[in-house]
Each structure stands twice: as C-alpha cells, then as structure tokens.
C-alpha cells in the first residue's frame, strides 16, 4: 500500500489500531478507505455503490466497539468491502472474489471479525438478537451486538419477525439503519417512504438519553419501570407530533435521523448509545456511492459496475454487439411481448427489475409490473393471489432468493396449481458471488412438490417457447429456470411456438453412450460430442444425446428409448448431483426395470466456493473436458 497516498489507512492493519487515533483523525481514514476501495474494485470488479456509502458507518462502528468481542451484523455483506479492509484483510483485498481469495461476501470461516453469514438480505436482526441472547446466557453480558441493515432489507418479512421478538426478549441490541432511499433498484414500498418522512428532534433525544441515565444511576428505572415509561413516553410524543413511530411502537429506542457521512457525530451518538439498557435503533441517512460522483447519480449501475476508470469514471464496457443476449435479457423482451398480447399477465419481482431485466415492461407497461421490494416470500404469495383471481403473473426470483420462499411455493401456489409463471433467474453455478448465491439447489428442492411444472430450457428459442407455453390456460404453476450471462444464439428472436409439457428432444442421435442434459450445459456436451467424433471418425455416431427439457413431468417415452437401447447412460445438470435430474433419471429406470449403468455429473454435496463459472466447472468436472473424459470412459 502506498505510504504516500494512504498515511493512515496504511497503518491500520486490524480495528486495534483505529482504536489508537483520535476522533479528529477519522475523516481522513474515511477519505483513505474510500479511495482504496475505488482503486482496487475500478480493477477488480464487485460490489461498489454500497461499500462507499457505508464507509463512515463502518469506521465508527470499529472505533467505538470492541470488535471481534463486540459482535457487528452485516445485512446483505455487498457493503462490507470497508469492514474486510479494516480487519486484516487490507493486503489481500486485491483477491476479492477471486478462486481462494477474499470471499465476496463476510463469512465466519474466513475471519472472527465476520459475525454470521450474510448473502441474502434481513437476517441480520435475527441473527444478532440470537447473539445478544447467547451473550447473556454464555455469561457475557458486557458483550455488545450491533446489527446493521439497509432500508430495502428493512422491507423484508424476516426483519419484522426480528423486531417483533427484539421488543419482547430482553437485551440491549444496538440496530443500526443505514437508510439511503435504495435496495438495489430505488427502495419502494411504504416502510422505505415512512423512513424517508420519519424526523426525529436530537435534542429531544439527548435530553431523554441523558434523563434516563439519571433516574438508573438513582435507582429509579428498573426494568418494569424502564419498559412503563418508555410507552408512555411514546404515547405523549405522538399524541403532541401528530407521528407514531413504528419502532418506538414496539418499545425499541429510536435515534434519528442523522447525517451518516459525519464520521465524528456518528462516533459520539453511538459511544452515547453504547451502553444504554434495551433495544435502540440508530437510524443515519447516506447517501449510495458517497464519496464518487458517477456512482452518487446513477447507484444502481454502479451496484456492481465491472471494471471502471477509477480518475475519469468511464466504465470499461466491452463491445458486446455481436454475442447473443444475456438470458434475462431474452426473457425481459419475451414479457413484454407476450404482455401485449395477453392482458392477463403480470410481471411481479423482489427488487430486481433491473437485474432480471423486468424493467423492459415495466417501462411500457408500469401498471402491470410490481416490485415488491425485497420479499421473495410474499412476491410468491402475491403472485398467487392475483392468479386466483383472474391474472396471470410471471413472478421473477434468483433461484438462490427463491429458497427463501419455498413454503410460499407449496402452500400458495401449488396446493391450489394457481397458473403462476415462477422464473427462477441465475440458475446454476453464478461465479464470483459464491456459496450463498449458487442456484444449485432450485430442481432437487421443487422437483418433490405436487402440482409442478418444472422446465430448463437449453438455449434463447427454448426459453421463449417455454414462456409462450408457459402462459398457456391450464398450466397451473409453471417452473422456467435458466442461468446468469449469455446464451448461444445472436439471432434469439423466433416465433413463439407451443411446446408439448412433459417432452424433450433428441440433439443427437448415437448407438452406445446415451447422454441426458437440462438446460444450457447440453451444448458444452454438444461440444464434448463433436470434439470425440473429429477425433476419432469411428465413434460418429456412437453418443447419442437427449436433451429432457422438463424435469416435472418426465418424459416417458424418451427415458423408455433410453432405458430400452443403452447400458450405458450420463446425466449432466448444473444442479446438485443429490436429488437433482440425474436421481430423477436413476428412479425412472428403477421404476420402470431398467437398469443401466448411470453416471450422474452436477454439482457436488458441499456449497460450491467462489470463482469464475469456468474455473468452478473446471474443479467439479462439469466443463468440457472433463465431460468429454466420462463419455469416453463409458465408450471404452
């Protein structure tokens, strides 16, 4: 690290040593810190806008608590690029989210500093009430838990539960709300407004903070008294502002709002609050991107913006124009075309409209695209109450977000078979993200429930075609998954044809190895295929491959062509190997008295690290290949 450019930052290789400068010193760790993340993410892309939003919040966070003793809670660890650089990771930092780097999200395994996995957002209450808890009970009641969450993970359901038992079990949880108007996609829904309007007089706040340490140091305010004087005092500050206050409505002290860029203000409110008894919620307005002005007006690009000009700001665009389109591309383009001819349809997301580019309808049809912000059960249950009803929604979710709705999915949509498109976007193995978002688990964990449809479709035409199908009446609940980045096809646009539910297709026909795929990996054994048969002109011919298309129904007279001609059959699937499309396959046969030899390729019985998409398959032996090397086995 240059000395020169960061004086301070430089020698500041773990919290205990931002412990030893003075408070009029930490503007200009600020400055450093968000300057070293601009130079090292401008190189190594990852998460951006809100690292550099939060850069006070975490120094004032580190300065004042006694981390790793003291217990910080990151929600959602895309804006804990700061924490990593200030808790010996400053060095390494340049590996972030690289294969046996820096891991792209906090992570206990990697650093004591790193409190609870946090991949997906409103955890952070829960898990830091439980810490709280557990601090008491374990006998170490000096202990202090801080938990720190963004507005738009605030809109979740399991923040709610949060702060529904935070105000019944005793602790002194500190809950700190970094509010900057946005999730990803601007913050929507009524708790993003209500924070936006909610106003609070600090000195209001000084004066009661200041009462009450007075009447505990007297002996006056035990914890029934404490708890009895805290709603009244609620009660009267609403009768006289006119406001209810939703937190102080659940007996949690509210703070705020004040200006979370002001790094020495921040340090003393929160020495202030630090030891004061119960719940406390500080809630401090940022600003997404602070501190780097391309990012400052335009944060959901800067979200994660890829390789940039760290001086001009110019982001490093690669010249795409003739590669086919990302998958999520195809499918915004397909919605919107099919929602202009069908009036039914409805395009529901969890703040992601940019990211699975459901923005393309909304912006021609605003009134029949809702992003419910970040809540991926209720979007399901959502969906299924507008289908009962007479509409037709195509319901957006990460497949990785989608297990967080899996009971939403049994019990809101399959149960009644409610004509609902659920559109499990990066499907599969995603990259640099990592183990908590890997769409590994979608079809072994949906392949069980009743009701079901379930389809991967291997290219763009396939995927239009299963949407078009899947908007068909009497489809009942319809599962399309497909994975992040590029397909294959630069001419995408095809017409919109049916395809038969439950059916798939022979890629290429073959005497002695039958290979089965779902989903877009079919063309790395496509190219497995090919590469056997240029190589040897004798085996042409030798390897058929089916591609099934549908894991939900199966197709019956497909696998009885497999069943009935081969000994030897490979299952390939960017899916886990357990309870995936390869046992849906060996089941089949079971069922049905066939009995080749099966070897399954997926995803193995561990959560796969991060990494590029190619070097994962490289390692778990799903890229070319190492496929190649398993057909040719199986020939021999």
């Known amino acids: 690290m240059d000395k020169n450019k960061y004086g301070l930052l430089s020698q500041i290789k773990y919290p205990s040593d931002l412990r030893k400068l003075s408070v009029d010193q930490l503007p200009e760790v600020c400055r450093e810190l968000r300057q070293d993340i601009i130079d090292e993410v401008s190189v190594n892309p990852g998460h951006f806008a809100s690292s550099l939003g939060v850069v006070e919040i975490t120094v004032a966070l580190h300065y004042v608590f006694d981390t790793p003793d003291d217990r910080i809670v990151w929600d959602v660890g895309h804006q804990a690029y700061g924490h990593k650089i200030l808790t010996g990771r400053r060095d390494t930092f340049c590996t972030n989210r690289k294969m046996g780097g820096v891991r792209p999200f906090p992570s206990p395994e990697e650093s004591p500093y790193d409190t609870f996995t946090c991949g997906h957002a409103s955890n952070s209450i829960s898990a830091a009430l439980g810490m709280a808890v557990a601090a008491r009970k374990t006998g170490h009641p000096e202990r202090h838990v801080v938990a720190v969450i963004g507005d738009g993970a605030m809109s979740g359901g399991l923040a709610f539960e949060g702060l529904n038992n935070v105000s019944s079990t005793p602790n002194d949880l500190l809950i700190v709300l970094n509010d900057n108007d946005m999730s990803i996609d601007h913050a929507v829904g009524g708790m993003e407004k209500y924070l936006l309007n909610l106003d609070t007089n600090e000195t209001y706040n000084r004066l009661r903070f200041k009462a009450s340490q007075w009447l505990h140091a007297k002996g006056y305010l035990n914890d029934d008294r404490r708890k009895g004087i805290i709603r009244l005092n609620n009660a009267l500050k609403s009768a006289i502002s006119h406001q209810q206050n939703i937190f102080e409505g659940m007996n949690i002290r509210y703070f705020g709002p004040f200006d979370g860029h002001d790094v020495k203000e921040v340090v003393r409110i929160m020495r202030q609050l630090k030891d004061m008894r119960g719940p406390k919620l500080l809630h401090l307005h940022t600003v997404k991107g602070k501190g780097y002005k391309p990012a400052e007006k335009a944060a959901t690009i800067w979200h994660a913006p890829g390789r940039f000009d760290a001086e001009t700001g110019e982001r490093i665009v690669p010249d795409t124009s003739n590669e086919p389109p990302k998958f999520q591309e195809v499918f915004g383009n397909t919605l919107l075309e099919l929602a202009r001819r069908n009036p039914k349809i409805v395009g529901v997301t969890p703040a992601m409209p940019t990211g699975c580019s459901m923005n393309i309808m909304m912006k021609e049809m605003p009134d029949r695209v809702f ?127 049916e395809i038969a539910v439950g059916t798939g297709r022979v890629i290429h026909e073959g005497t002695d190895v039958a290979v089965i795929t779902i989903g877009p990996i079919g063309y790395d054994v496509e190219s497995a295929i090919q590469q056997i048969e240029s190589e040897d002109p004798n085996r042409k011919n030798h390897v058929a491959h089916y591609d099934l298309r549908f894991l939900k129904p199966l197709d019956d007279h497909l696998l009885d062509e497999v069943g009935s001609r081969f000994k030897h059959v490979i299952t390939v699937e960017d899916g886990v190997r357990n309870g995936g499309m390869g046992s849906a396959v060996l089941e089949w046969m079971s069922d049905h008295g066939y009995h080749p030899d099966v070897v399954r390729l997926g995803l193995p019985d561990c959560f796969v690290e991060h990494g590029t998409v190619a070097q994962l398959r490289e390692k778990w032996g799903l890229d070319v290949p190492s496929i190649k090397k398993t057909i040719e086995e199986s020939l021999t």
């Open 371 to 497: 992003d419910v912000g970040i809540a991926e059960g209720h979007a399901v249950t959502f969906s299924g109450g507008m289908a009962k009803d007479g509409l037709l929604p195509f319901c957006n979710i990460y497949s990785a977000f989608a297990q967080r709705a899996y009971d939403n999915i049994i019990h809101d949509l399959a149960i009644l078979n409610l004509p609902v498109v659920l559109c499990l976007d990066r499907a599969g193995l995603v990259g640099e993200d990592g183990p908590t978002h890997h769409g590994a688990f979608d079809m072994a964990a949906l392949r069980p429930i009743p009701n079901l449809t379930i389809a991967s479709p291997m290219d763009e035409h396939e995927l239009r075609r299963l949407m078009y199908t899947a908007q068909k009446p009497g489809m009942g609940t319809f599962v399309i998954r497909y994975p992040r980045g590029r397909g294959h096809l630069v001419d995408w646009q095809c017409p919109l044809d």
